[in-house]
């Protein structure tokens, strides 16, 4: 009986001992990981997400190696997402995740998830071949890409277009119209079964289309001592390039923008010319093909100074006839005055003129005369906002005809229409000169800084803006922010009472690297200096004008005390609305033009209300 008892007690012991250890294990068991997914993907990295699992202090990644056909073991996380770095642009990867607690407790391998890299970014987009209908574009090829997609942009419908899809790193373009620009950008794709992916979009390309071959070279008005070759407009055609055959050989003469050349001081013998269309792409020009050749001489026996010249185009280039031919007339000034909707236009004197002739540049490009005056000055009216250009020439009048001069430089000035008074005059009589290191500019009657001041030395940071008042400063500004050509930009607007002396606005440029600490920024160097110009208003009053030209400071002072400088200087602050900044920039390129442009709106500035651009320029009104 004692024996029995024994063994039955051993039996309990034992049971007791086993059951709580295979409760243990069986509490201590992880699950699988479920849910394993592909969230995003780069050129480099993928990120992985799948179902958090009970009880796990850790995941382990893995991924498959094909060439040693075995699982590899990649990083660990305690969170239930992860991005893979270091890996290849486009390629196909297989993942797998395991769940574990500690060394020897692990879960089972989560289904594995196919993972597929993007293709790197397409490089050096360019073209050859160019004819006036047809464009090769060529591009770097991209590692295991499987292919190519090239899209034209559509102007009228403002949006990219697909056009063609190919294996190849080049493609033919065609169907382009002479002399046109068009814009074509590509990106390529790499496919690995049912998934495809795709590399970021190279840059834009622009490529313009040769211009058509000049016809219809031919010669008239033959003269004593010249002549005029006169050929068919080209369409698209901005200039054309007139040659002369020499003892040297073909040399380029002149350049012009009209269909006509008078050539003066002509020999009276045979003399070759021919004639080839231009279009501009950026800083390089695109030239047609030559007109037939025509040879030309002057017909000697004919009055040196014909009973009836022929009057020049508007941008055809004379030469000179000494005693004859008047000066280019100088220092064309253009002043606009919305409070009588017109825009003063003066220039200098020319010696010994009869008169002058002012062009008016048109919305096609085209040139149309809208005065004839024996005076130095005239009075345009306008009527709506807008870039207006001029230029002028003199004539004399010689045996009761006229000889025309060469044009002067075009000079352009912005018209904002409303109800603004012309700026008195201040400080006439201070002709460049200076106050605290500032110049003045006696056409403008305002002052302003030069081009390269002790500021530039210094650059920006948002602590100057804060000290302002306790220098008896109170001005409003905006920084208008964006990400451009791999640097972060910055152009501020400032506009208030500068001390209690000048009233005062300013548009600075600044740019700044990572690198740079905190938020400093540096002046623009002189390449990242911007085309622009300002006025600025009080109330209905223009009292600042600063032309259109390249800077990377534009500024304008005058004097005087805003009407709240003296309430606003007790209670902290100075009403500026009183002041209105009209504005016009021109950006590098589109792309630049799209991100000031939405940086603009995130200030506040509504499109086609405070701010429009038109081609690369941007004109904005701050009230």
């Known amino acids: 009986m004692r024996k029995i008892l024994n063994s ?8 007791c001992m086993v059951v709580p250890m295979s409760g243990y294990v069986a509490a201590a068991k ?36 094909s060439k040693k056909d075995e699982w590899v073991y990649v990083k660990k996380t305690s969170k239930t997402t992860t991005k893979v770095t270091d890996l290849s642009s486009a390629k196909s990867y297989k993942f797998r995740v395991r769940v574990y607690n500690d060394k020897n407790n692990k879960g089972s391998y989560s289904s594995s998830v196919k993972a597929v890299t993007k293709p790197k970014k397409v490089t050096s987009l360019s073209y050859s071949d160019l004819t006036t209908s047809t464009a090769k574009l060529k591009w770097g090829k991209v590692t295991r890409a499987t292919g190519y997609r090239v899209y034209q942009y559509d102007a009228a419908a403002k949006k990219w277009n697909r056009i063609k899809e190919t294996s ?7 169907g382009l119209n002479a002399g046109q620009a068009y814009k074509f950008k590509v990106r390529a794709y790499y496919k690995s079964g049912d998934t495809t992916k795709y590399g970021s979009y190279s840059s834009v390309l622009t490529v313009v289309a040769k211009p058509s071959k000049v016809n219809n070279l031919a010669v008239t008005n033959v003269r004593d001592t010249s002549y005029t070759l006169k050929w068919d407009k080209v369409t698209n055609a901005e200039e054309y390039e007139i040659y002369r055959y020499e003892a040297s050989g073909w040399k380029k003469l002149d350049t012009t923008k009209s269909t006509s050349y008078v050539v003066r001081n002509a020999s009276n ?14 800083k390089s020009n695109i030239r047609g093909a030559f007109s037939a050749t025509v040879k030309a001489k002057a017909n000697v026996g004919t009055p040196s100074v014909p009973s009836a010249p022929a009057v020049p185009e508007e941008d055809e280039i004379v030469v000179p006839i000494p005693g004859l031919t008047p000066d280019v007339p100088g220092n064309l000034t253009l002043i606009a005055v919305p409070g009588e909707k017109s825009i003063d236009i003066s220039w200098d004197p020319v010696e010994n003129a009869n008169g002058y002739q002012v062009y ?23 009527d709506k906002t807008g870039i207006y250009t001029f230029k002028v020439r003199a004539y004399n009048v010689v045996n009761g005809e006229n000889v025309y001069g060469n044009f002067s430089q075009p000079s352009e000035v912005y018209y904002m229409s409303g ?17 605290l290191g500032y110049l003045y500019d006696p056409e403008y009657n305002c002052f302003y800084t030069a081009e390269n001041p002790w500021q530039r030395n210094f650059g920006f940071t948002p602590v100057y803006d804060f000290c302002a008042p306790f220098t008896v400063m109170f001005y409003e500004t905006k920084r208008i922010k964006f990400n451009y050509d791999g640097l972060e930009w910055m152009v501020q607007i400032w506009k208030g ?27 623009a160097s002189d390449e990242n200096m911007l085309n622009m110009s300002m006025v600025v208003l009080h109330g209905k009053d223009t009292i600042i004008t600063r032309p259109y030209d390249k800077y990377w400071w534009c500024t304008g002072f005058v004097p005087g005390i805003l009407p709240s400088a003296i309430v606003g200087f007790v209670s902290g602050g100075i009403d500026t609305s009183v002041l209105t900044m009209n504005a ?10 799209d991100v000031f442009c939405e940086a603009l709106e995130q200030n506040g500035f509504v499109y086609g209300k405070d701010y429009f651009y038109s081609g690369l320029e941007v004109i904005f009104t701050w009230t």
Request: aromatic share 10%; glycine share 8%; hydrophobic share 35%.
């Open 584 to 593: 016009r920039i021109t950006m590098k390129d589109e792309v630049m033009r």
């Open 269 to 282: 013998e045979y003399v070759s010319y021919k004639v080839r269309a231009v279009v501009a792409n950026g």
């Open 419 to 435: 109800d603004e008074d012309e700026a008195n005059g201040i400080l006439g009589d201070l002709e460049k000169t200076g106050i």
């Open 360 to 382: 008016k540049l048109n919305d096609d490009g085209s040139w149309s005369r809208i005065r004839t005056t024996s005076g130095t000055s005239i009075k345009y009216t306008v």
């Open 168 to 174: 190849k790193t080049s493609l033919s373009v065609s």
């Open 497 to 523: 009472q500068y001390g209690w002396v000048f009233i005062g606005a300013e548009i600075g440029v600044y740019t700044r690297s990572s690198a740079l600490p905190l938020d400093f920024y540096e002046c």
């Open 8 to 15: 039955i007690i051993s039996v309990i012991l034992c049971i």
């Open 30 to 65: 992880l699950g699988k990981v479920k849910n394993l997914k592909v969230k995003e993907t780069t050129t480099s990295t993928v990120t992985l997400s799948w179902s958090k699992v009970s009880g796990a202090k850790s995941y382990r990644i893995y991924r498959y190696d």
